[in-house]
């Protein structure tokens, strides 16, 4: 089962803009963590927010995490055309194994 | 740096057949996983190693599935009686401890396709 579930399945914006995914999540979490694929490739991490934290920046990525509402957003600002990709989810349940669980995943394409 | 390596890109095979994978994780870490995904989909857990040891199971490796990790180091992913649903990409994934604050560093994966 997926715990994760990004908002909006696609999204295609024109480089220069923001590109805002959302993900939500079900059970209690120990931290989250954003991941980008490129086709026909394996994941790469891009960064992990605690679930003591709220907000965390890296480069032109900025994660926000709520767990009240137990959602997380990742923004991506000012986009390339090299930011094309799928981005995923994984949060692992708090008390359990660890054991990323991801989400379905936000296809991006930025149009140059 | 040498990644995660997996073994081979792809494999094409009939309905019926066996095949086998071959990860390579980074040296030293302790953590190996195997996850599969098809498409459209986000990676899917299949089973998981510490060290030698396979700690976890999905549900979703049945028996015609197995994987070993025999001196901690490389692991196999075997399948058995292949399927038509079994076609998919196979991830391997591994981490450097016991930790929730480290990330999954993945391979490439196996792209196999059951005619």
């Known amino acids: 089962s997926q715990q994760g579930e990004e908002d909006p399945q696609a999204l295609s914006i024109q480089e220069g803009e923001n590109a805002t995914m959302n993900c939500s999540y079900k059970t209690s979490i120990n931290n989250l963590q954003w991941y980008r694929q490129n086709s026909g490739r394996g994941l790469v991490h891009l960064i992990l927010?605690?679930?003591?934290?709220r907000e965390k920046h890296s480069g032109r990525l900025r994660v926000t995490l709520d767990t009240s509402k137990k959602s997380s957003s990742l923004l991506i600002t000012a986009s390339r055309a090299a930011d094309t990709a799928s981005y995923f989810c994984?949060?692992?349940?708090?008390?359990?194994?660890?054991?990323?669980?991801f989400g379905r995943g936000t296809s991006l394409i930025v149009h140059p | 740096d040498t990644g995660v390596s997996q073994d081979p890109r792809h494999k094409i095979t009939k309905r019926g057949q066996n095949v086998t994978f071959r990860c390579d994780p980074i040296?030293?870490?302790?953590?190996l996983y195997w996850y599969r995904q098809t498409l459209g989909q986000g990676p899917e857990f299949l089973t998981y190693?510490?060290?030698?040891?396979?700690?976890?199971k999905s549900r979703l490796l049945s028996d015609r599935f197995s994987a070993e990790r025999p001196k901690g180091s490389f692991s196999t992913l075997e399948i058995q009686r292949t399927e038509q649903g079994d076609s998919a990409m196979y991830l391997c994934?591994?981490?450097?401890?016991?930790?929730?604050?480290?990330?999954?560093?993945f391979g490439n994966g196996t792209r196999l396709t059951v005619t």
């Open positions: 927010i605690r679930s003591n934290e």
């Open positions: 994984a949060t692992d349940a708090r008390g359990g194994s660890y054991i990323p669980t």
């Open positions: 994934a591994s981490s450097p401890r016991d930790s929730s604050i480290t990330p999954l560093h």
């Open positions: 040296s030293e870490h302790n953590r």
């Open positions: 190693f510490q060290n030698e040891a396979q700690l976890e």
